[in-house]
C-alpha cells in the first residue's frame, strides 16, 4: 500500500507569515497532488506535478506555490499567509500504471493562521 | 461539464445493517474511472472500492460493494454489516480517461452515522 507522509502535522502562524508544507511518497508514484479540504467544500486542488520539476496549476492555486524537488518529495508553500487560508491540507499520490488513477493520501496538515 | 454530486449529506443507520450512498455523475467521456474513498473522525482519507467504467461486473471489497448504473451515471456505494467504526464521511470522485493530468473531480461527502 501507498505511503505517504505530511509534515508539520499542526502549525499556526501569523498573517504575512511563511509556512511551507512538506510532503513524501515513497511508493515511485508519479503523480503528486496538494489539496485544501474546508468545511462546505470538500477537497479542492490546489496544485499537482507528474515528476520532480514539473508543476501543475489546480483549481484554486492563488496564494500557493508549490515545488516538486524529487520523485518522491512535493512542497507547498505559502509566502504572505492569511487567514483565509487556515484549513486542512492533504497532500496525495498516485500512478500512471498499474493501479493508476487511485490516489492515495497523507494524514493531513491542520494550519491556522491568525 | 465534469461533475460529481453526493445529495445525501448525512446517513444515520443502526449497526449491522445495510446502507447505500448515492453518487452521481456527469461525463461527456465513454471512458472513465470512479472511486469511493473514506475520511474518519481523525481526518485519514482511505481509498475504498473503485469501479471502471467499461467493466460490467460491480466491484466488491470486503463488505464493501458499488452498484455501477451506467445508463444512469449512478454509482452507489454499499455497506454491509454496518459497523460503529463505519461512521465516517464517504466521497465518490471520477476521473475520465481523456483527462491525460489525472485529476480526480469529488463529490461534497455523505456523513454515515452508525448508532448502537
Known amino acids: 500500500e501507498a505511503a505517504v507522509t505530511q509534515s508539520p502535522r499542526n502549525k499556526v502562524t501569523v498573517t504575512g507569515g511563511n509556512v511551507t508544507l512538506s510532503c513524501r511518497q515513497t511508493n515511485s508514484h508519479n503523480y503528486m497532488y496538494w489539496y485544501r479540504q474546508d468545511t462546505g467544500h470538500g477537497l479542492r486542488l490546489i496544485h499537482y506535478s507528474y515528476g520532480a520539476g514539473n508543476l501543475q496549476i489546480g483549481d484554486v492555486p492563488d496564494g500557493y506555490k508549490a515545488t516538486r524537488t524529487t520523485q518522491e518529495d512535493f512542497f507547498l508553500l505559502l509566502e504572505l499567509a492569511s487567514p483565509s487560508q487556515t484549513s486542512l491540507y492533504f497532500c496525495?499520490?498516485?500512478?500512471?500504471?498499474?493501479?493508476?488513477?487511485?490516489?492515495?493520501f497523507g494524514p493531513g496538515t491542520r494550519l491556522l493562521v491568525l | 461539464a465534469q461533475k460529481v454530486t453526493q445529495t445525501q449529506t448525512s446517513i444515520s443507520v443502526v449497526e449491522k445493517t445495510t446502507v447505500t450512498m448515492d453518487c452521481v455523475y456527469e461525463t461527456r467521456d465513454s471512458s472513465y474511472f470512479l472511486f469511493w474513498y473514506k475520511q474518519t473522525a481523525s481526518g485519514e482519507i482511505v481509498f475504498l472500492i473503485r469501479?471502471?467504467?467499461?467493466k460490467k461486473e460491480n466491484a466488491t471489497v470486503g463488505h464493501y460493494s458499488l452498484n455501477f448504473q451506467k445508463p444512469k451515471s449512478s454509482i452507489g456505494l454499499i455497506i454491509t454489516a454496518t459497523q460503529i467504526e463505519d461512521s465516517a464521511v464517504y466521497f465518490c470522485?471520477?476521473?475520465?480517461?481523456?483527462?491525460?493530468?489525472?485529476?480526480?473531480?469529488w463529490g461534497s461527502g455523505t456523513k454515515l452515522i452508525i448508532k448502537p
Open positions: 469501479q471502471d467504467s467499461y
Open positions: 470522485a471520477m476521473r475520465e480517461l481523456a483527462d491525460s493530468n489525472y485529476q480526480l473531480i
Open positions: 496525495a499520490s498516485s500512478d500512471d500504471w498499474g493501479t493508476q488513477d487511485t490516489q492515495y
